[in-house]
């Protein structure tokens, strides 16, 4: 099946800060979202971007689906910002697939 | 509003028993699809179903089971052939083939 990989594992910023996460993937998709879980465990969608650039707010999100890897930036980040992103990947088949997320923690 | 709801939030159980967690959508999505959440880890598929009264196995599908036989509706029994039960379990629905992933808030399950 395909592979995610997720990078960096953890992430420590100062707020005001500006990030970038990566997510690798191993083949073609047809699907790719962008999630934040915050510390209560509620997954939030935050870009549904199989190709392409988007963005909403301070946050935007670029696939390049040819090169297989997709990057989400944060700017201004805020201590709300704070939880796991995940990259999360469809193929061929009808599964989503996860990475093992960006624990990302912004300090005061 | 449209959503997912999932309930409980929180469970107990003992060894051996079995549970089934609940889980409701009012979007009129078609597909549905049960993930498990161990700490520090990603989700992994547990079932999904695409139309109402079908449904396929995930990648961790042992000692689980699900029935669909309404399209808000995807209940998850935990089994006691489930060796590690003890996780969180999220919910999610999706249009289709196409489109985002709306999950639910997820039920913590604990096992003694």
């Known amino acids: 099946g395909i592979q995610v990989e997720q990078s960096p594992p953890d992430l420590i910023l100062q707020e005001g800060a500006n990030s970038t996460l990566r997510c690798n993937f191993s083949?073609?998709?047809?699907?790719l979202q962008w999630f934040h879980q915050n510390p209560w465990g509620q997954l939030i969608n935050l870009f549904y971007?199989?190709?392409g650039t988007k963005q909403n707010g301070r946050l935007s999100a670029t696939t390049v689906a040819t090169e297989r890897y997709s990057l989400l930036y944060i700017s201004s980040s805020q201590t709300t910002d704070s939880g796991v992103y995940f990259c999360?990947?469809?193929?061929?088949?009808?599964?989503?697939?996860f990475g093992t997320g960006t624990q990302l923690k912004v300090e005061l | 509003d449209g959503g997912i709801t999932q309930s409980p939030k929180y469970l107990f159980r003992k060894e051996g028993q079995n549970v089934t967690l609940s889980c409701e959508q009012n979007?009129?999505?078609?597909?549905m699809y049960w993930y498990r959440q161990d700490p520090g880890q990603g989700l992994r598929l547990i079932y999904y179903s695409q139309i109402v009264n079908d449904f396929q196995k995930g990648d961790i599908a042992e000692g689980y089971s699900v029935s669909r036989e309404k399209k808000e509706s995807f209940p998850l029994t935990v089994t006691s052939a489930q060796k590690n039960p003890t996780a969180f379990y999220l919910c999610a629905s999706s249009m289709g083939e196409g489109g985002g992933y709306t999950f639910g808030s997820g039920t913590r399950l604990t096992v003694v």
């Open positions: 083949d073609s998709v047809n699907n």
């Open positions: 999360a990947v469809k193929g061929g088949g009808n599964k989503l697939t």
């Open positions: 979007l009129n999505h078609d597909a």
């Open positions: 971007i199989p190709s």
